[in-house]
């Protein structure tokens, strides 16, 4: 059921999305205007609604819906590549995440998403701007309690975190590892994304001289289908190359 203080979504007839925070009195909705979102109290997720003489769905939003609505800076870690490192490095609920690079704060809302209620995503991030623009849009989805950040340099930035994953989007790596590898725990997965072959080649030779177990590389292309009562074929977009992930677990020297 909807309650109040839950983010939601109203979806018309074509797909559009207005976004909405529930609340028993009216609220300025983009592109809808004013609504009197006591409406919305109790309705079961999905239900319909009529507003203004327009037909809507109401529905709460999963991971991928919030990734895909926030507010961009810098460009996100895609759902198809976001989902590929909460499985490799083993990321639930409880885990401790830290992250290189917030962006915009898509792969943040992620992790934040499954290491909730009792884990913690700390992120270092070089640009203040992206920290504000990464809080602004956490904040948006309510996981903001599982959430820190440092701002800094990653090959030189001190903070005070242990974690059980490591995960950098950031052009070089390599420089970083010296610094950051105290703050993984023995046995602890690592992740870097990076947009260039050579850039992975550099992280991945780097890791291996460091005694990391199980380094492998992998980029994920991904290709929709448009299905119609005529016929089915491949979609004209094909969401190829956004970038490169390579993996490794951290072992005892």
């Not at 490799?88 to 809302?109: D, F, P, W």
């Not at 504000?132 to 849009?137: I, P």
């Amino acid at each position: 059921m909807i309650a109040e203080g839950d983010l939601v979504f109203l979806e018309d007839r074509v797909g559009k999305r207005s976004w909405a925070r529930v609340s028993g009195g009216m609220v300025q909705v983009p592109g809808l205007g004013v609504l009197d979102c006591g409406r919305l109290l109790g309705l079961v997720d999905g239900a319909k609604v009529q507003i203004a003489g327009r037909d809507f769905n109401v529905f709460k939003p999963g991971i991928v819906d919030l990734m895909t609505s926030l507010d961009r800076g810098a460009q996100i870690i895609s759902p198809k590549d976001a989902a590929t490192i909460l499985l490799n490095c083993n990321v639930t609920s409880g885990s401790k995440v830290l992250e290189v690079g917030a962006g915009s704060g898509g792969l943040t809302t992620a992790l934040l998403s499954a290491v909730a209620p009792s884990g913690k995503v700390h992120t270092v991030e070089f640009k203040d701007e992206n920290v504000q623009r990464a809080l602004r849009n956490v904040s948006k989805t309510g996981l903001d309690a599982y959430w820190e950040s440092t701002s800094g340099d990653a090959r030189d930035v001190q903070f005070d975190f242990i974690a059980d994953s490591l995960i950098m989007d950031m052009p070089d790596p390599w420089l970083a590892l010296d610094n950051l590898l105290p703050h993984l725990r023995s046995g602890g997965r690592i992740c870097s994304y990076v947009p260039n072959a050579n850039q992975l080649e550099a992280i991945v030779n780097s890791l291996r001289e460091r005694g990391f177990s199980s380094v492998f590389a992998l980029e994920n292309i991904q290709r929709g289908m448009e299905v119609h009562a005529g016929g089915v074929r491949p979609s004209f977009d094909n969401l190829g190359h956004t970038g490169y992930l390579a993996f490794g677990r951290k072992a005892s020297r």
